[in-house]
T-cell receptor, first 113, second 117 residues
Framework: AQSVTQLDSQVPVFEEAPVELRCNYSSSVSVYLFWYVQYPNQGLQLLLKYLSGSTLVKGINGFEAEFNKSQTSFHLRKPSVHISDTAEYFCAVSEAGGFKPIFGAGTRLFVKA | NAGVMQNPRHLVRRRGQEARLRCSPMKGHSHVYWYRQLPEEGLKFMVYLQKENIIDESGMPKERFSAEFPKEGPSILRIQQVVRGDSAAYFC???????????????FGNGTRLTVT
């Protein structure tokens, strides 16, 4: 069965510093991978997705993620964060042929001035 | 706004009352998911429906919880005889069809925050 682990529940970082939010998954079949962002009192919005092709995926707001099949990881990165990036970030995995995306527990990113 | 609409945004119920949460999917979408979000636990899958059919309800508690998605009207998540442990944010998401459910992102509503007093 598929599962998603987000290794950090909270990540504090100073403004303009780089950040990496970690995501590992387990699955016995091909997967599709997603990162979503949730701002306070809102629903989730898609940041980026990996379906196939290049393992480096670029998303909105300057975020990117790299799919590493051998390490079953899909870490999210941004070279320079802004205060407005403060939010909760969710990694999600969907198995090819399946229909039920599984979400990680989320990582709260705090960007400090 | 053609996005996923959930109402109410906030719902307060006393223990033992019923809670009804509504979700209207994006225009043209015929599949709806319900997720529950508890602090520090992320999003937990509850149920996946298409119109007039429950596809997967493996995440639904066995008692007091039910969901439907009628041919006409919104999807409804119903919680009978609520208890304090039901307090959470409940999110609805929609997809175009089953085939797009795994390789296309879900479109989420802004959630209903249920508080049981």
């Amino acid at each position: 069965a598929q599962s998603v682990t987000q290794l950090d529940s909270q990540v504090p970082v100073f403004e303009e510093a780089p950040v990496e939010l970690r995501c590992n998954y387990s699955s016995s079949v091909s997967v599709y991978l997603f990162w979503y962002v949730q701002y306070p009192n809102q629903g989730l919005q898609l940041l980026l997705k990996y379906l196939s092709g290049s393992t480096l995926v670029k998303g909105i707001n300057g975020f990117e993620a790299e799919f590493n099949k051998s390490q079953t990881s899909f870490h999210l990165r941004k070279p320079s964060v802004h205060i407005s990036d403060t939010a909760e970030y969710f990694c999600a995995v969907s198995e090819a042929g399946g229909f039920k995306p599984i979400f990680g527990a989320g990582t709260r990113l705090f960007v400090k001035a | 706004n053609a996005g996923v609409m959930q109402n109410p945004r906030h719902l307060v119920r006393r223990r033992g009352q019923e809670a009804r949460l509504r979700c209207s999917p994006m225009k043209g979408h015929s599949h709806v998911y319900w997720y529950r979000q508890l602090p520090e636990e992320g999003l937990k899958f509850m149920v996946y429906l298409q119109k007039e059919n429950i596809i997967d309800e493996s995440g639904m508690p066995k008692e007091r919880f039910s969901a439907e998605f009628p041919k006409e009207g919104p999807s409804i998540l119903r919680i009978q005889q609520v208890v304090r442990g039901d307090s959470a944010a409940y999110f609805c998401a929609s997809s175009l069809n089953r085939e797009s459910s795994y390789n296309s992102p879900l479109h989420f509503g802004n959630g209903t925050r249920l508080t049981v007093t």
